[in-house]
């Protein structure tokens, strides 16, 4: 199942990627470069959408869900879910000592000539 999943979701990119390719741009006319009064309408001067535009959608939605399921299947291959993760304070080693050793500034000397002595 999942197998044929990969193979639409391959053929539907390779689909997706062609379809977006061969649609022109919005400002594609001449006339709309020269201010041409059609294209200030409010879906354009090609109406509200044409059949490239519709397959590309239903292309895009069909990549997307295919995309959603092969994640799903993954998850469940992996076996992994949030409950088996665990806490951070489970990964953190308790033998480690914290170091407390940490070099400290002498009280009225400045670190460095250009810095001011704190007040």
Do not use: C
């Not at 062609?18 to 400002?27: A, P, V």
């Not at 006319?29 to 020269?34: P, R």
């Not at 295919?66 to 409950?83: C, H, P, R």
Request: zero cysteines; proline letters at 6%; a negative charge.
């Amino acid at each position: 199942m999942e197998t044929v999943i990969l193979v639409v979701h391959v053929l539907i990119a390779i689909t997706l990627v062609t379809m977006i390719l061969l649609q022109q741009g919005k400002g594609a006319e001449m006339g709309a470069a020269f201010g041409s009064g059609a294209s200030s309408t409010v879906f354009g001067s090609q109406g509200a959408a044409s059949f490239m535009t519709r397959s590309t959608a239903m292309l895009a939605t069909a990549f997307f869900l295919t995309s959603l399921t092969l994640a799903y299947f993954s998850i469940q291959a992996s076996g992994s879910t949030q409950e088996g993760i665990g806490s951070v304070t489970d990964v953190v080693d308790d033998d480690v000592p914290f170091v407390q050793d940490m070099p400290s500034v002498p009280q009225g000397t400045s670190p460095a000539p250009d810095v001011p002595a704190p007040n």
